[in-house]
């Protein structure tokens, strides 16, 4: 199947719901957003005007446990486990050259962007037997005057003689919910491969079956806040990453230059404790000057060193003079 089918005549596809969140838009504008999972759209059978007398496509989503065999003869070239949904896309055109393949898997990015204006389709949450209040937003009656045990009941539902029944479709207690619910006019705000993102909540609760059409596009469309600040983290992240790359070569170098010198201070304290003040008939031993010789460092003569050479030379003088 060309790109071009999906992009000029395919209108809807299917989902099922994920999550309901909130985002924000380029204005500020804070929105409710439901998430839906869009992956796995597979063309199953294509129905054609000449044959099945209208043209559609049909789409197998999900995956189901256990299937029967005709559900699997139905299936067998297109997929290779039965899907959970089936559903038939109506063709607008009758007349289309080109054909979807049976087997080919039919992507969001393709068929919606942000903008467009989509219909939703599910079916409601169940909520079991409800009266009149919670089922049609009745009033109920007074809270006083005798009327105690009346307050959300349903009143008349007729009148007597004339008619003799009560009409059709006379809005009653029963079964609320679990019906085919079609939400008009919402917004597509971001579309991707797996998922698409809605403006505004559609019907149904998570893992239901969802069916997207689309109906027209938003001129004044205003894109999500997010598009714009994830390229700016990601630039931010690539610089840092860059500076951390740079940063332990910079840092390796300067502690190569910066040990050498602390070694040779060392070295040049010890030497000189060694070699400092020693007594008149010792002197500094071959291991401490083969120790400084080889650090490089010269031994130091200190002041009283000095006064004693002074004191034996005067004494040397007394006695050479008596």
């Given amino acids: 199947m060309g790109r071009f089918f999906v992009a000029k005549y395919m209108q809807a596809i299917l989902g099922t719901k994920i999550d309901q969140t909130q985002k924000f838009l380029e204005d500020g504008t804070r929105i409710p957003v439901t998430k839906l999972w869009v992956k796995g759209n597979v063309v199953v059978a294509v129905k054609l005007k000449e044959k099945h007398n209208y043209s559609a496509i049909q789409l197998g989503f999900g995956k189901r446990k256990k299937a029967n065999k005709a559900l699997l003869g139905h299936i067998k070239g297109a997929l290779n486990t039965a899907p959970k949904f089936l559903k038939e896309i109506r063709?607008?055109?009758?007349?289309?050259?080109?054909?979807?393949?049976?087997?080919?898997?039919?992507?969001?990015?393709?068929?919606?962007?942000?903008?467009?204006?989509?219909?939703?389709?599910?079916?409601?949450?169940?909520?079991?037997?409800?009266?009149?209040?919670?089922?049609?937003?009745?009033?109920?009656?007074?809270?006083?005057?005798?009327?105690s045990d009346r307050e959300?009941?349903?009143?008349?539902?007729?009148?007597?003689?004339?008619?003799?029944?009560?009409?059709?479709?006379?809005?009653?207690?029963?079964?609320?919910?679990?019906?085919?619910?079609?939400i008009k006019n919402l917004e597509v705000v971001?579309?991707?491969?797996?998922?698409?993102?809605?403006?505004?909540?559609?019907?149904?609760?998570?893992?239901?079956?969802?069916?997207?059409t689309k109906v027209g596009e938003?001129?004044?469309f205003v894109p999500l806040y997010r598009e714009k600040e994830s390229t700016e983290q990601l630039a931010h992240a690539e610089g840092d990453a860059r500076q951390k790359e740079e940063k332990p070569t910079e840092d390796s170098g300067s502690l190569s230059e910066i040990q050498?010198?602390?070694?040779?201070?060392?070295?040049?304290?010890?030497?000189?404790?060694?070699?400092?003040s020693p007594s008149d008939d010792q002197s500094p031993s071959t291991t401490e000057i083969i120790s400084s010789s080889e650090s490089g460092s010269a031994p130091t003569i200190s002041d009283s060193d000095v006064r004693t050479e002074n004191e034996e030379k005067k004494m040397e003088d007394k006695e050479n003079a008596s």
């Fill in 152 to 182: 959300r009941a349903p009143g008349s539902i007729g009148q007597t003689t004339t008619p003799g029944r009560v009409y059709k479709g006379k809005r009653m207690a029963g079964r609320m919910g679990h019906e085919r619910v079609t």
């Fill in 260 to 276: 050498p010198t602390e070694t040779t201070q060392e070295s040049m304290e010890k030497s000189e404790a060694n070699f400092s």
């Fill in 91 to 147: 063709l607008e055109e009758e007349n289309i050259s080109e054909l979807p393949a049976i087997g080919e898997v039919i992507n969001a990015t393709e068929v919606f962007k942000p903008g467009d204006m989509v219909d939703v389709v599910g079916i409601s949450k169940g909520k079991g037997y409800a009266g009149v209040v919670k089922r049609h937003h009745f009033k109920g009656g007074p809270r006083t005057h005798g009327q």
């Fill in 218 to 220: 938003n001129k004044k």
């Fill in 190 to 212: 971001g579309v991707s491969e797996d998922t698409l993102l809605i403006k505004g909540l559609v019907p149904g609760g998570k893992n239901t079956l969802i069916m997207v």
